[in-house]
């Protein structure tokens, strides 16, 4: 099973900020099966990035992906106070995996 | 729109069964794989299985294989989720969600959208 590790677990930046999440993979991953989703607080996760960097539909070109092999990245140009959630990446190789999150909180 | 409804809330006894439907509307309900995942409180998410609910072929990930049965009724556009010999640990909110690209191209286990989220209690 393919073990996904995010860092940092959580990230503190004001509106405004430019945001980097990483997942880093235990062995190597397709771009082709590389996910990022966003979850706030009481709802259902939101697809934000499939393929490693193709934006799902009407998701903001803030949001952009990017990586390859073991190491991927989810960056957010300029943090919108609805952007402060928690980011999981997920992965599907011989089998599917979420990585643990990383909560992106107001400063 | 496309939505994805899902049954209330459960609190069941440990060893006993819960069965959980997701309503589908707003596209063709066979056309696309339905997931089912799963976030226990506070805890990160952990994918279930899937149905192609035009044939109703199911592939279930090994940690809940003998304990869960994925179904669908297309006469309803709904899809269920049956876990058995529940225990303490399965205390989460269980979603439903459809996989991005149609059945006849290849799923792509990329779900969008989800459903609203189904808490189910273990607790005796």
């Known amino acids: 099973e393919i073990v996904l590790t995010q860092s940092p677990g959580t990230l503190s930046l004001s509106p405004g900020e430019r945001a980097t999440l990483s997942c880093r993979a235990s062995?190597?991953?397709?771009?082709?099966?590389l996910a990022w989703y966003q979850q706030k607080p009481g709802q259902a996760p939101r697809l934000l990035i499939y393929?490693?960097?193709s934006r799902a539909t009407g998701i903001p070109d803030r949001f952009s992906g990017s990586g390859s092999g073991t190491d991927f990245t989810l960056t957010i140009s300029r943090l919108e106070p609805e952007d402060f959630a928690v980011y999981y990446c997920?992965?599907?190789?011989?089998?599917?995996?979420f990585g643990q999150g990383t909560k992106l909180e107001i400063k | 729109q496309v939505q994805l409804v899902q049954s209330g809330a459960e609190v069941k006894k440990p060893g006993a069964s819960v069965k959980v439907s997701c309503k589908a509307s707003g596209y063709t309900f066979t056309g696309y794989y339905m997931h089912w995942v799963r976030q226990a409180p506070g805890q990160g998410l952990e994918w279930m299985g899937r149905?192609?609910?035009?044939?109703?072929?199911?592939n279930y990930a090994q940690k809940f294989q003998g304990r869960v049965t994925m179904t669908r009724d297309t006469s309803i556009s709904t899809a269920y989720m049956e876990l058995s010999r529940l225990r303490s640990d399965d205390t989460a909110v269980y979603y439903c969600a459809r996989d991005l690209g149609p059945v006849v191209v290849a799923a792509t286990f990329w779900f969008d959208p989800w459903g609203q989220g189904t808490l189910v209690t273990v607790s005796s």
């Open positions: 062995q190597s991953v397709s771009s082709s099966y």
């Open positions: 149905i192609n609910p035009n044939s109703g072929g199911t």
């Open positions: 393929g490693a960097s």
């Open positions: 997920q992965q599907y190789g011989s089998s599917l995996t």
